[in-house]
């Protein structure tokens, strides 16, 4: 069962899309300056040299720009900068994404104002607008920050193929629910430190990290071995590398913030959203396994064979490890290029 358990999963991870931890949503951030105006910034992802994709910014309201925008490239990032003024503040102003609903990214808006509170806004391409409140409720701080949790852990590649290294090498059910439980207060731990500003670790180094950490998975895979460290206390590799997922985690929540009145419920709330998120996935790896089981069984009593479906599978395992050890390696030469990028 956990040869099979380790092939199928593999194979669930390696079909997806290789994108490292590739969650780019544009984001629209006002920061109040005074009772009237607000600095805004807008930040769109590219697509490709000097071009963007085609989202704009309209205000259904009595704005009023008063400084030019300033637009620049920034890494993969357009940028623009402008100033706007609005009597009373953007209370009651509807901000809407203009070509939002043709594609298929989303918009986080974060507005800041001068005492200290803050809103943060979801924008997805069914929903492609919002009405700025006076104050949002713990419900509405609560749902935004727990789908921003699911989201970004799905689309998190690395962090993915991490948590499927772990359930391979755990094997059984019961290794696997120990090893996983201690990568989530690992990084459960990390992530609400460096969230609430007590502990400060440049990004940049951390996104490296979770590759290579990858790296030493797939390597473990690979080998014959199976009395090292990690295959026999899977729990103590998942709790440390935990603790560098968790500060991954926490720059991703860097970027919308949080909000200044209710830091509690946005962080609890995030965490959740990123535990749902990471139990669909082990789910979706065992239900897997479970279906493809019955159905190698079923094809070996159609053919009345002696063959165990496992025989070919363990053909597999090695060029398997191999090419996720291989992505993560040119994932982590990649960032590392970046430190001076």
Not at 37 to 60: C, H, I, S, Y
Not at 144 to 158: A, K, P, V, W
Request: aromatic content about 10%; hydrophobic content about 50%.
């Amino acid at each position: 069962m956990k040869l099979f358990l380790l092939h199928v999963a593999l194979l669930v991870v390696i079909a997806v899309p290789v994108q490292a931890d590739e969650y780019r949503p544009a984001y629209l951030e006002f920061k109040q300056s005074s009772d009237d105006t607000f600095d805004m910034l807008w930040k769109v992802p590219a697509r490709g040299a000097n071009k963007r994709l085609g989202l704009n910014v309209e205000f259904q309201g009595d704005i009023e720009n008063i400084k030019p925008a300033r637009t620049t490239f920034v890494g993969n990032a357009f940028i623009e900068t402008s100033t706007i003024k609005r009597e009373n503040g953007l209370s009651g102003t509807e901000i809407v994404i203009e070509g939002l609903t043709t594609v298929s990214t989303e918009v986080l808006v974060r507005i800041e104002r001068l005492d200290g509170s803050t809103e943060v806004a979801r924008l997805t391409p069914s929903s492609p607008s919002f009405v700025v409140t006076a104050a949002p409720t713990l419900w509405q701080v609560a749902n935004t920050y727990l789908i921003f949790g699911i989201e970004h852990i799905l689309q998190g590649m690395d962090h993915l193929l991490f948590v499927a290294c772990l359930i391979l090498i755990a094997g059984t059910w019961r290794r696997i629910l120990i090893t996983i439980t201690g990568f989530t207060i690992a990084h459960s731990i990390t992530l609400t430190l460096a969230a609430v500003g007590l502990v400060r670790v440049p990004v940049p180094p951390i996104e490296a990290a979770i590759a290579l950490s990858i790296v030493f998975l797939a390597r473990e895979i690979a080998i014959e071995r199976r009395d090292t460290l990690t295959w026999r206390y899977p729990i103590a590799i998942s709790s440390s590398f935990g603790l560098l997922h968790g500060f991954g985690f926490a720059s991703a929540l860097r970027e919308i913030g949080l909000p200044q009145t209710e830091i509690p419920a946005a962080l609890l709330s995030f965490n959740v959203g990123v535990e749902i998120g990471q139990i669909l996935f082990v789910t979706a790896v065992i239900v897997s396994v479970w279906l493809a089981t019955w159905f190698l069984r079923q094809v070996r009593r159609l053919k009345d064979t002696e063959l165990n479906p496992m025989d070919w599978l363990g053909l597999i395992e090695k060029p398997l490890a191999y090419s996720v050890g291989s992505l993560t390696v040119f994932w982590t030469m990649n960032r590392v290029a970046g430190f001076w990028g």
